[in-house]
Antibody, heavy 120, light 112 residues
Framework: QVQIVQSGAEVKKPGASVQVSCKTSGYSFSSYGMHWVRQAPGQRHEWMGWIHAGFGNTRYAEKFHDRLTITRDTTARTAYMELGSLRSEDTAVYYC?????????????WGQGTLVTVSS | DIVMTQSPLSLPVTPGEPASISCRSSQSLLYSNGNNYLHWYMQKPGQSPQVLIYLGSNRASGVPDRFSGSGSGSDFTLRISRVEAEDVAIYFCMQALETPWTFGQGTKVEIK
């Protein structure tokens, strides 16, 4: 079965960077994209960016464009999200998510979420 | 960006009674292939979102048939025919027509 397992919680100081990983199994990783979404306390979900796991091309939300990098390692079947210049407003749960159609129908999978706390 | 607006934001329901949540988008989510790129999710505390309905009206695998989705264009509805205690959660809509994906504020369904 499909599994998406994210790295553990992080506590960072303002100005630092954080990297969250998203390790997958059970589906054709390189055939589909991976999105990154976050949810800050009391806020709606917010899309951050996307990578096609096979081709490696990316798309970022305008507000993160200068401090967000999404990469992937196809051998490790893992996607990565790195957010720099952290500020307190970046405190949130970060999710990776993939959705796609295949011969079995519609598939939609999210990682378990990674809490990133930014605090001095 | 497409703005998603849900209502109500809080929905107390008696078990066994129906519930209905509205989601409106600032532009049509109907693509030229005839699909509406609107998904509904349930999220329980401490858990990641779980898709209930995809492309406006298709129930995802394993989702109980008391959940249904309807609508087209920019006006969508999630219905629960008979609410059960296990349905207590936050429900939100998400548009996947274009990036950035955008999300509704979420509707908190609770038992009266």
């Amino acid at each position: 079965q499909v599994q998406i397992v994210q790295s553990g919680a992080e506590v960072k100081k303002p100005g630092a960077s954080v990297q969250v990983s998203c390790k997958t199994s059970g589906y054709s990783f390189s055939s589909y994209g991976m999105h990154w979404v976050r949810q800050a306390p009391g806020q709606r979900h917010e899309w951050m960016g996307w990578i096609h796991a096979g081709f490696g091309n990316t798309r970022y939300a305008e507000k993160f464009h200068d401090r967000l990098t999404i990469t992937r390692d196809t051998t490790a079947r893992t996607a990565y999200m790195e957010l720099g210049s952290l500020r307190s407003e970046d405190t949130a749960v970060y999710y990776c998510a993939t959705n796609y159609h295949d011969s079995l129908g519609y598939n939609d999978y999210w990682g378990q979420g990674t809490l990133v706390t930014v605090s001095s | 960006d497409i703005v998603m607006t849900q209502s109500p934001l809080s929905l107390p329901v008696t078990p066994g009674e129906p519930a209905s949540i509205s989601c409106r988008s600032s532009q049509s989510l109907l693509y030229s292939n005839g699909n509406n790129y609107l998904h509904w999710y349930m999220q329980k505390p401490g858990q990641s979102p779980q898709v209930l309905i995809y492309l406006g009206s298709n129930r995802a695998s394993g989702v109980p048939d008391r959940f249904s989705g309807s609508g087209s264009g920019s006006d969508f509805t999630l219905r629960i025919s008979r609410v059960e205690a296990e349905d207590v959660a936050i429900y939100f809509c998400m548009q996947a027509l274009e990036t950035p994906w955008t999300f509704g504020q979420g509707t908190k369904v609770e038992i009266k």
